[in-house]
């Protein structure tokens, strides 16, 4: 193993070492994941595309990896930072250890941190963008590399995450609904979850037109989750106002803040984002509280909140929107992740409130 140094832009330096076989410069921003298990379905979540996830939990790898809870093509996380790392997992369903799938992805890997001292700190200093490091290069020179970094915000990193071309998840012969999935980086089980629904989904490019979508038959779009911040993905938020009032729309996560900025809201960057499978939000209608999973750093702007929005989820951590309903078009989103993978499946519900809402506006037309 190597040494290596986790330093942020302020000067702060955390001490561990890299298990992995790549030994470069990482740099990102450092997020903590408060997951107790799952670390799979995180390493393959194309919403952390430009952060470091350090985990919260400390011991890292105990039951490997197996070819089924994959979430994405690829890993599109820049490193992974725990505890302590398990050399040696044991799980019936595992085909290699975390090491071996890092190293095929090429992803740097380090242990030996004080999760819970780093935790402490971005929540007080909030993400920062960061270098993890094994050289022995000066702090100076390092620091000025790192403050040289263009960061996430007014930056388009769904670029890198999305499909290239347009294709079907899974054909069915006789489906329910056939939707058009905009693909900002979205994780297969909500693909899965729609087509156990019995939805046909064809993904597409996020540079995909409103007229490409109407010039095929489809029933509803879906807008996914992805990675940073949402302005900037302005081909999207176009295809959205296009299409408000002609098809029923579901958003998850940076779905959401779509869905909020193509109805004139703004969005603002959290201080150190939601990462984590116990956050827990109310569903203002039915005064109940969800437990769920989350991964996102932007967040909409209550105080510029659209007259023809009304929100419909609240965080209880800390307020912030957690869902919207649009009050004309048949239109709502979510900020965390109802598919779980990993987490609870409290919010599973809202998948079938979009067959509902589909049902009626093909009824009312």
């Known amino acids: 193993m190597h040494k ?14 890299i298990f992995t076989d790549n030994k470069e410069n990482c740099y990102g921003e450092v997020v903590f994941n408060t997951a107790m ?40 996380l820049e490193a992974i930072l ?16 975390l090491k071996q ?24 200093k909030g993400a920062q963008k960061t270098v993890l490091t094994a050289s022995e290069e000066s702090l100076e020179k390092i620091l000025a590399k790192v403050k040289a970094m263009p960061g996430l915000v007014n930056q388009d990193i769904v670029k890198d995450v999305t499909t290239k071309k347009e294709y079907v998840w899974k054909k069915l012969e006789k489906p329910v609904y056939k939707l058009a999935v905009i693909d900002c980086g979205v994780k297969y089980n909500i693909l899965r979850v729609l087509t156990d629904l019995g939805c046909e989904c064809t993904v597409f490019p996020y540079t995909v037109s409103a007229q490409e979508i109407l010039a095929q038959d489809f ?10 911040d949402p302005e900037p993905i302005t081909t999207v938020i176009k295809l959205t106002q296009d299409l408000l009032g002609k098809m029923s729309i579901f958003g998850i996560c940076l779905g959401q803040q779509i869905l909020g900025l193509a ?16 956050h827990p ?35 209880l951590n800390d307020q912030s929107i957690e869902g919207i309903r649009h009050k004309v078009y048949p239109a709502f989103a979510v900020q965390y992740h109802p598919e779980a993978s990993p987490g609870p499946n409290d919010a599973n519900y809202l998948f079938k409130d979009f067959m509902e ?3 009626g506006f093909k009824k009312n037309r």
């Open 219 to 228: 029933d509803g779009l879906f807008l996914s989750n992805g990675p940073g």
């Open 82 to 97: 725990v505890k302590e790392y398990m050399e040696f997992p044991s799980n019936w369903r595992q085909d290699r250890t």
């Open 101 to 124: 799938y890092l190293d095929e992805n090429n992803i740097v890997g380090a242990e030996g941190f004080d999760t819970r001292a780093i935790t402490k700190y971005v929540r007080e």
């Open 37 to 76: 298990t799952g670390y799979q379905e995180v390493l393959t979540d194309p919403s952390y595309h430009g952060q470091m996830v350090l985990f919260t939990y400390p011991l890292i790898g105990s039951y490997g990896v197996n070819p089924e809870d994959i979430e994405s093509r690829s890993i599109f």
């Open 263 to 278: 109805c004139g809201c703004k969005t603002y960057k959290l201080k150190f984002g939601h990462h984590g499978v116990n």
């Open 357 to 359: 809402m589909i049902k």
């Open 281 to 315: 939000v109310k569903n203002l209608k039915t005064k109940q509280v969800e437990i769920t999973s989350q991964n996102h750093g932007f967040c909409i702007d209550q105080q510029t909140l659209s007259s023809d929005l009304e929100v419909t989820h609240i965080n």
């Open 4 to 17: 290596a140094r986790l330093i942020f832009e302020d000067g702060q330096v955390f001490y561990g070492k």
